[in-house]
């Protein structure tokens, strides 16, 4: 049984996969306090709860936002099943994770996770649509944008950005164009706005973006995924869980689908 954790900055998301399926999933809300033990705490109840144990568990997949949360879940999977946790990042996801961009590890581990399981369920290129930020997977790489979350004074690893004009829609440097031009020209709808920028004039041209070149699907995920969905003329597919299923395709890789 593999326990993939999915730490963002004002939720959290555990999922539990059994033989490659995901079989339960919870939310929880972020306390960047807490230590390992009251994490443990924490997870008891919710794998109580179906009739789970922590027994069970033989391997946990991790991505986090949270520098602090990140240490105390990663020892707080070692007192639960004697190993470590698979940290999820462009390193570890390897081959699954082809990038065009500068510095791969300064990309979020939710973003890698996410590109990861898009890029498999979907094909490639396609956009992910997560939480306000709107990230092109092309063919054999990733660039990356930023989230409107990302921009807020409350996360927890990035800087307000500097509201100055932008001349492109999507950016690869943090702290550059993507910033940006988020807070520039997105504020209403999470992603929306920069993929009908770039699209053709015109009511029934597919999402198309033309700074990149490519047609894609564009996929929503994330906690509001399906509220945005409603109001959006460009979102082509819904799926909550595509960061967690993310995980489990990373630790797969790394460890093996049979030990879990």
Same mark, same amino acid.
């Given at each position: 049984m593999l326990l993939a954790i999915d730490v963002g900055n004002t939720q959290t998301v555990v999922g539990i996969y059994q033989d490659g399926s995901l079989q339960y999933r919870w939310r929880v809300a972020t306390n960047k306090s807490h230590t390992s033990d009251e994490l443990r705490v924490k997870l008891v109840p919710l794998l109580a709860s179906e009739g789970l144990k922590l027994d069970d568990v033989r391997g946990v997949a991790l991505a986090s936002v949270v520098p602090a949360l990140t240490m105390a879940w990663c020892a707080a999977a070692y007192r639960m099943i004697g190993k470590d946790a698979l940290v999820c990042s462009a390193e570890t996801a390897g081959s699954l994770f082809e990038v065009d961009y500068p510095n791969p590890h300064e990309i979020g581990a939710d973003r &890698? =996770? *996410? #590109?990861? =399981? =898009? /890029? =498999?369920?979907?094909? #490639? $290129?396609? +956009? &992910?649509? *997560?939480?306000?930020? #709107? *990230? $092109? +997977?092309? /063919?054999?790489s990733t660039r990356t944008g930023a989230s409107s979350a990302a921009l807020s004074r409350q996360a927890w690893k990035r800087r307000p950005p500097r509201c100055s004009r932008t001349p492109r829609s999507w950016g690869h440097r943090p702290g550059r164009p993507s910033y940006r031009h988020r807070a520039q020209h997105g504020r209403g709808h999470p992603g929306g706005h920069r993929v009908r920028r770039g699209r053709p004039r015109g009511r029934h041209h597919p999402p198309h973006l033309a700074q990149l070149g490519y047609e894609t699907p564009v996929v929503a995920t994330g906690g509001l995924a399906s509220r945005v969905a409603a109001q959006s003329q460009t979102i082509t597919a819904i799926n909550p869980e595509l960061t967690l299923e993310g995980l489990r395709l990373v630790y797969e890789a790394q460890e093996g689908a049979a030990s879990v």
């Open positions: &890698v =996770a *996410d #590109a990861v =399981a =898009a /890029k =498999a369920l979907y094909g #490639a $290129p396609v +956009i &992910v649509v *997560d939480f306000g930020t #709107a *990230d $092109p +997977i092309w /063919k054999s």
